[in-house]
């Protein structure tokens, strides 16, 4: 268990839907990344929050969004959704701070089946 | 942006041999490089990691190295083991922004 929290585990919807994924990080950790992972696409990153602000993004769509609230726990909206978007979400946490190379902690990820 | 490229996608081998995965980038400002490993169905676990002002680096049966001038680092498995059976990541990060290689399907036969 790396101490990352995320719910669902699972998730089903349909087209044009919108569902939000919520990550709690480890105790202490200021920093949170949201990851898609699919299989003709890989682990692909997001986006990154370091204490509540946007640090760094990714391959991320317009239709999706993220914030950090000040309780350090996070959420991914995806909206309009597609048949492409099914994948698995993984939500990572890590101390943070100046340096980018901190150990990263994966959470167990929420599946998410777009029918 | 940054681009990994990551070799062999399936590599198999007999228990006790020795396994390389290596991987290649095309940042130079990339200066944090972790390997992960993800079982079945597993959330992807850090396994090694190295920084670009090291060349080596070593744990147990693992290790990995990197080449800055050739832009290429790899992982390296000794004495493989059933339980090694996993799909091996690499990444680069550089501005906090890290990038996956697509992954290495490692299988460890009895």
């Known amino acids: 268990d790396s101490g990352v929290t995320q719910t669902p585990k699972h998730l089903i919807t349909a087209t044009g839907q919108r569902v939000t994924l919520r990550c709690s990080p480890r105790?202490?950790?200021?920093?949170v990344y949201w990851y898609q992972q699919s299989l003709d696409q890989g682990l692909q990153f997001l986006i990154q929050?370091?204490?509540?602000?946007?640090?760094a993004k990714g391959n991320i769509l317009e239709r999706f969004s993220a914030q950090q609230f000040p309780d350090l726990h996070s959420e991914l909206n995806l909206s309009s959704l597609e048949l492409g978007d099914s994948a698995l979400y993984f939500c990572?946490?890590?101390?943070?701070?100046?340096?980018?190379?901190?150990?990263?902690?994966f959470g167990p990820g929420t599946r998410l089946t777009v029918l | 942006g940054e681009n990994v490229e990551q070799h062999p996608s399936t590599l198999s081998v007999q228990e006790g041999d020795s396994a390389v995965i290596k991987c290649t980038y095309s940042?130079?400002?990339?200066?944090?490089f972790p390997w992960y490993k993800q079982e079945l169905g597993k959330r992807p676990q850090l396994i090694i990691d190295?920084?670009?002002?090291?060349g080596e680096k070593k744990d147990q049966r693992i290790a990995v190295t990197l080449n800055k001038t050739a832009k290429h680092f790899s992982l390296h498995i000794t004495e493989t083991q059933p339980e090694d059976s996993a799909v091996y990541f690499c990444?680069?990060?550089?501005?906090?922004?890290?990038?996956f290689g697509r992954g290495t399907s490692l299988i460890v036969h009895p």
């Open positions: 940042d130079s400002a990339s200066n944090y």
């Open positions: 990444a680069a990060l550089a501005s906090y922004i890290p990038t």
């Open positions: 990572a946490s890590s101390v943070g701070g100046a340096a980018s190379y901190n150990e990263q902690f």
């Open positions: 929050y370091y204490n509540g602000e946007e640090r």
């Open positions: 190295i920084r670009s002002n090291v």
């Open positions: 105790s202490g950790d200021l920093s």
